[in-house]
């Protein structure tokens, strides 16, 4: 069980950690936790364990840099492989992906860092209209982002956002409910589970409202029809594929209020497994317990690139 980590969701990744690892070890799984912030990767390999759940969130253990160890080390782990999990990551690559593959999601620009000129800051509420959602492309657990109102508000906005990356991700904002899928399996055999709607107080699903809060209220499963429901699940699934995803994922959207239409907003390779976390929470409404769901995780653990049985080091 490799959770904690050094990123900015480390508080995050220990209690969905926490939680996994409980679970297995409840089910006989001869689990134990690693923390890579705090052993380093080469007592991992000393360890010679059979395989490995990735809880880890963020940086350094979602982006694939943990997953290209892993392939090298020839430990078989949960979640996408490391293309996938490098796209998931960056949510300007994940669009751009999603948008090839004629799916909808909201209009966006990619905005420098370092360089964005105040002028070019006024020009984007003008291009995605306001309010407009600022976000750190390469952060998860809504680090990083700021919902913009007016232009006055854009440079302060982008200015909190840059502390987190290189470039700002600038995108259009959807009025509506707020949707998550879960999906597991991979490639023809992904399935999706039932969809979650989150309610946050004044819409505000920010870190606090997302991990510690009970004020948030989730419906699962979410109250649409059974039309748009399909519709719904078809979208991450094709989703899910289109970015080489497999084992397991969360995709994110918001149907748009005005007409019910669905748009993709991003992908999270390695989902929470906290108490207030979606993905169990869909799971749970299908008939799956907490438990049974990290032993199906698990038992999906494998490695992207299969090792040549007859290589011998010359």
């Not at 004629?102 to 800051?121: C, K, M, N, Q």
């Amino acid at each position: 069980m490799l959770y904690g980590g050094r990123s900015a969701e480390r508080e995050v990744s220990l209690m969905s950690g926490s939680g996994v690892l409980k679970a297995l070890q409840s089910k006989g799984v001869d689990a134990h936790g690693f923390d890579p912030a705090q052993r380093s990767l080469a007592e991992l390999a000393a360890e010679k364990f059979d395989r490995v759940f990735i809880a880890l969130h963020g940086r350094y253990g979602e982006d694939g840099t943990l997953q290209g160890v892993l392939e090298q080390l020839g430990i078989p782990y949960t979640g996408s492989g490391v293309m996938a999990s490098s796209i998931g990551m960056d949510k300007v690559m994940t669009k751009r992906i999603w948008t090839n593959h004629g799916l909808p999601t909201p209009r966006f620009i990619v905005l420098d860092s370092h360089e964005a000129t105040p002028e070019e800051l006024r020009k984007v509420p003008d291009e995605l209209g306001l309010p407009v959602m600022l976000k750190a492309p390469h952060e998860g657990s809504t680090i990083g982002i700021s919902k913009v109102i007016g232009y006055s508000e854009m440079q302060e906005g982008f200015a909190h956002c840059a502390k987190y990356d290189d470039v700002v991700l600038a995108e259009e904002f959807i009025t509506g409910r707020e949707l998550t899928v879960p999906v597991l399996g991979k490639g023809r055999t992904a399935r999706a589970l039932p969809i979650v709607e989150i309610c946050a107080p004044q819409g505000n699903y920010d870190y606090q409202h997302k991990y510690f809060s009970d004020d948030t209220q989730y419906l699962c499963p979410a109250p649409l029809d059974e039309e748009l429901t399909k519709r719904i699940q078809s979208l991450a699934v094709r989703a899910f594929n289109a970015v080489g995803s497999s084992g397991w994922a969360r995709v994110d959207f918001m149907l748009r209020a005005a007409d019910n239409e669905p748009f993709l907003l991003e992908i999270n390779t390695s989902p929470g497994m906290t108490g207030h976390s979606l993905v169990p929470m869909s799971a749970k409404a299908s008939g799956v317990s907490y438990e049974d769901l990290c032993v199906e995780i698990l038992r999906s653990a494998d490695l992207d690139l299969k090792p040549t049985k007859d290589w011998q080091p010359t």
